[in-house]
Nanobody, 128 residues
Framework: QVQVIESGGGLAQAGGSLSLSCAPK????????MAWFRQAPGKGREFVAA????????HYVDSVKGRFTVSRDNAKNTMYLQMSDLKPDDTATYYC?????????????????????WGQGTQVIVSS
């Protein structure tokens, strides 16, 4: 069992920035693909960004390209989602996910059912 802890959510103004972090307890995730998903109230879970297990391939949903950056630091056993130029439509609960897989394609890495471990979610609210 892997416990995943997320942090960094909060309130931001439109155009502002936030950085989310995700770290598993007592387990390194260098062997896992990682991703961020988000879910707004009343809506389904949406793929946001992902890195393959080697961090050589990244994918983003079109709406966040150029604004969000996903990264990982294996030495710190932590992954990040750096968000800039935030928009009200970015308001959602954000979830970190880890997957035991070596896939590198958008089709596979963007599907939530392919991930094994999930964080509890952290809320991001962007006001205008």
């Amino acid at each position: 069992q892997v416990q995943v802890i997320e942090s960094g959510g909060g309130l931001a103004q439109a155009g502002g920035s936030l950085s989310l972090s995700c770290a598993p307890k007592r387990r390194a995730f260098s062997r896992y693909a990682m991703a961020w998903f988000r879910q707004a109230p009343g809506k389904g879970r949406e793929f946001v960004a992902a890195l393959d297990w080697s961090a050589e391939y990244s994918h983003y949903v079109d709406s966040v390209k150029g604004r969000f950056t996903v990264s990982r630091d294996n030495a710190k056993n932590t992954m990040y989602l750096q968000m800039s130029d935030l928009k009200p439509d970015d308001t959602a609960t954000y979830y970190c996910a880890l997957g035991d897989m070596y896939a590198r394609t958008y089709d596979t890495l963007s599907r939530p059912e392919n991930y094994n471990y999930w964080g509890q979610g952290t809320q991001v609210i962007v006001s205008s």
